[in-house]
């Protein structure tokens, strides 16, 4: 598993016991990375992708809420929530990762900690989103 691909899935953990516990983001972190056994360069880009994500919390569902057809954010799963704030937040502010390995991993990510079908779901959305907010 790469670096990034642990970050990732470190961040969606983290963001989720965060909103259904009772600590912080930055508790939430420190155990999720330790439970991980992770260090380095996943453990900060980790913690790049939680703080971003719930800095700008508001502005990322406001996006991903208009691509929404028929579904009001607060139906869409928790997890496949999470994972695509992860990713449109990489989308907006990690230019430096390409814009196919954002949706691929988010992509697998949704397999992984949700379903077959969030795979697709998850895909529709950020496909529109990258469109829009990186072009092509």
Known sequence: MSRRRKAREIALQTLY????????WEEALADSVKRRGSSGEASEY???LVSGVSDSRERLDGMISS????WKL???AVVDRIIMEIAL?????????PTG????????I????????AGSFV????????????GG
């Open 67 to 70: 691509k929404l057809e028929n």
């Open 89 to 97: 937040y990489e989308l907006l502010e990690c230019s430096e990762v």
């Open 110 to 117: 949704a397999h992984k900690f949700s379903s077959e079908k």
């Open 17 to 24: 016991a965060a909103e259904v516990g009772e600590s912080e």
């Open 46 to 48: 980790a913690g790049r």
């Open 101 to 108: 390995v954002i949706i691929d991993e988010a992509i697998e």
């Open 74 to 76: 607060k139906r869409v």
């Open 123 to 134: 895909n529709g959305i950020l496909d529109r989103l990258s469109r829009e907010v990186r």
